[in-house]
């Protein structure tokens, strides 16, 4: 079964922690993104990656971190600088270049902070 | 930067009415357009989309667009709403910019479908 996969579903921590959310795909995908959904904002792009081991920030990266060190995972950390950390993260994939912009997205992480 | 608007924030219907949820983006140039629907519980699953050609486009579960370049909207109809088409709607733009695909998303529309 093909598709993206992002753990935990639900996810609790303390303020001034770290936390670090998990996004695979098994799609075979070359980019990969993160996005916050807020209630009433839609969703807002994070950061995103086009290939392995290259990304760059979206239009609110600040307080967040990345890596892509492999095709299939592209964490997303929440680090205690981002001041308003509770939301919905969602993943998606995409492939880039000339063929389809359609992105895929995962089932999300609902991360609470307290 | 590119803006995407949705200016229904919330849209209750009875079943069977029809719908029209509208969309405007703000790039002028070529542009690809979805529009993707988030049920209860479930992923982000994409609607419809537009990439070229004929204008409106027909997708999943009765649900059609149409792209009207000189208006920049994508407004999203369908001709009889189910109850199970309760859900939060949201229109996406991608523009070209070389090989990036990046996707910008409007704040969405919550349709509320009563029995």
């Known amino acids: 079964d093909g598709g993206i996969t992002q753990s935990p579903k639900y996810l609790f921590r303390k303020e001034g922690q770290n936390v670090t959310l998990s996004c695979e795909q098994n799609l075979n995908h070359d980019a990969m993104y993160w996005y916050r959904q807020d209630p009433g904002q839609g969703l807002r792009l994070i950061y995103y990656?086009?290939?392995?081991?290259?990304?760059q920030k979206g239009d609110i990266a600040e307080g967040y971190s990345v890596s892509r060190e492999k095709k299939e995972s592209f964490p997303l950390t929440v680090t205690s600088a981002q001041k308003n950390p509770t939301a919905f993260y969602l993943c998606?994939?995409?492939?880039?270049?000339?063929?389809?912009?359609?992105?895929?997205f995962g089932p999300g992480t609902r991360l609470t902070v307290t | 930067a590119q803006s995407v608007s949705q200016h229904n924030h919330h849209v209750i219907l009875s079943e069977a009415a029809s719908l029209e949820l509208g969309c405007n983006y703000s790039?002028?140039?070529?542009?690809?357009l979805f529009w993707y629907v988030q049920y209860p519980g479930q992923h982000l699953q994409l609607l419809l989309k537009y990439f070229s050609g004929d204008p409106l486009v027909k997708g999943i579960k009765g649900f059609e667009a149409e792209f009207i370049k000189s208006k920049f909207s994508f407004n999203l109809r369908k001709p009889s709403v189910q109850w199970s088409d309760t859900a939060e709607y949201f229109c996406?733009?991608?523009?070209?910019?070389?090989?990036?695909?990046?996707?910008?998303f409007g704040t969405g529309t919550r349709l509320q479908v009563t029995l």
């Open positions: 998606a994939s995409s492939f880039p270049g000339t063929r389809s912009y359609e992105q895929y």
């Open positions: 790039y002028g140039g070529t542009v690809n």
């Open positions: 996406a733009v991608n523009e070209h910019t070389g090989t990036a695909s990046k996707l910008t």
């Open positions: 990656s086009q290939i392995v081991n290259d990304f």
